[in-house]
């Protein structure tokens, strides 16, 4: 058995009167994240350490800002397609674990929700899902409530 580990890092900027998309999810808030994609970063950072696991490169190289296609589309697309591209590598899930960066709003009570929509997306118990959510302590771009940062680990397989 071939056993791979992949990282994800993501980061956007947050803006009064946008739609907050996280983990697949809308977040009830006054402001959410810009991007070219509706800007879920717990689908980038996901998308990235898979991409990374495959050793296949990341999320810009085969979702560029630069091509209209992606403008405004749904994360979970572009997850599916991460995950078909490694599951046609001969890959499968072990598990994903993801930290969220974020002052506010808090996190913790959307996390079931989250899970069991990524659960579906890409097609794995809940139970390999793990999302944490953390503040930065009102210190850096974070902590002032400028952005929202995202970290995973990716853990594939291969028989």
Not at 123 to 132: F, L, Q, T
Not at 135 to 146: L, P
Request: hydrophobic share 45%.
């Amino acid at each position: 058995m071939k056993i791979r580990v992949g990282q994800g890092y993501d980061v956007h900027r947050l803006e009064e009167g946008r739609v907050f998309w996280l983990g697949g999810i809308q977040i009830p808030s006054t402001f959410g994240p810009v991007g070219h994609s509706d800007a879920d970063v717990v689908c980038h950072v996901l998308c990235d350490a898979l991409l990374g696991a495959a050793n296949m490169r990341n999320i810009g190289y085969h979702f560029s800002d630069k091509d209209p296609r992606w403008k405004g589309v749904d994360s979970k697309l572009l997850l599916a397609e991460v995950l078909r591209m490694v599951r046609e590598a001969g890959y499968e899930i072990s598990n994903v674990d993801v930290t969220v960066v974020l002052q506010e709003p808090k996190l913790n009570p959307h996390i079931p929700a989250m899970k069991a929509c990524l659960a579906v997306v890409m097609a794995i118990p809940e139970e390999d899902i793990s999302i944490k959510a953390t503040t930065s302590e009102h210190i850096g771009f974070v902590g002032r409530g400028e952005g929202i940062a995202a970290h995973c680990v990716a853990l594939i397989f291969k028989d």
